[in-house]
């Protein structure tokens, strides 16, 4: 049996709010992984669960994801998760509580792009990178909310009146409206305004919210990583690259 937030928290670390569908959930005797990467292949990233749902192991294509979301969301509580294996593979997931039964088909392997986040080459030196703190994501997260039809935000190094800082602009001149806000960061080599998805970046805040530590390191070359480690010894690992300009 498996509580059911466990598993719904699984997947918003890896659906995003809707952008990522199709991934592969690798069940071994005693962990499920899941790596993972959106269309335009500005976000990347992997998921470490210590536990295997129930679940034999082999390789679960999971082809539409919103709706086995849509199916989790009549369940309450505890579940059972049984798979049927045909030919060594998983064919069928079976979910159940005390009230449904849901039979979820799965997608051969193939019909699934491999993501391999170890092939990511990130920058030798990290230019800057902080702890990340429930006060800010919260400031993040209404920021973006306030500008919600705004696709970006940028991050820049600056002097601040105790050291040195980060400044996050969600929206740009260019579009009107802007809010901004710093927080202290450790920088190693200070650089200028680099855009990047503020939706993805706030879905990736909110999946994570219940994070025991999580640390963001920002790299001048336009790249972000964000560590976040669970007191059930989860982890979740993303990379984001750069957007094009920041109109």
């Not at 536990?51 to 994801?65: E, H, R, V």
């Not at 902080?130 to 935000?153: G, Q």
């Not at 002097?159 to 009107?176: A, Y």
């Not at 680099?194 to 994570?208: D, G, H, M, R, T």
């Amino acid at each position: 049996m498996v509580n059911k937030k466990v598993i719904s928290d699984i997947i918003s670390q890896y659906s995003l709010g809707g952008e990522i569908e199709k991934v592969k959930w690798q069940i071994t005797d005693d962990e499920l992984y899941i790596s993972f990467k959106n269309g335009s292949k500005t976000i990347a990233g992997e998921i470490n669960h210590p536990g295997n749902l129930g679940l034999k192991k082999g390789t679960y294509g999971i082809y539409d994801t919103s709706k086995l979301i849509k199916c989790l969301n009549i369940l309450d509580g505890e579940l059972l998760m049984e798979a049927k294996i045909v030919n060594d593979t998983p064919s069928i997931l079976n979910i159940a509580d005390t009230n449904y039964e849901i039979r979820f088909n799965l997608a051969s392997a193939g019909a699934i792009e491999d993501t391999d986040v170890s092939k990511i080459k990130t920058p030798e030196k990290e230019s800057a990178s902080f702890e990340i703190t429930d006060e800010f994501i919260t400031r993040f997260v209404k920021s973006k909310n306030a500008l919600n039809d705004i696709e970006k935000f940028t991050i820049e190094t600056r002097d601040g009146f105790s050291g040195d800082e980060l400044v996050f602009t969600i929206g740009t001149e260019l579009r009107g409206s802007t809010i901004e806000f710093t927080t202290d960061a450790t920088v190693t080599k200070h650089f200028k305004s680099i855009p990047f998805s503020a939706e993805s970046f706030k879905e990736i805040l909110k999946a994570n919210r219940s994070y025991e530590s999580g640390k963001l390191t920002v790299y001048s070359e336009g790249f972000i990583i964000l560590d976040f480690k669970f007191e059930d010894e989860t982890s979740t690992k993303y990379f984001i690259i750069r957007l094009q300009d920041a109109s």
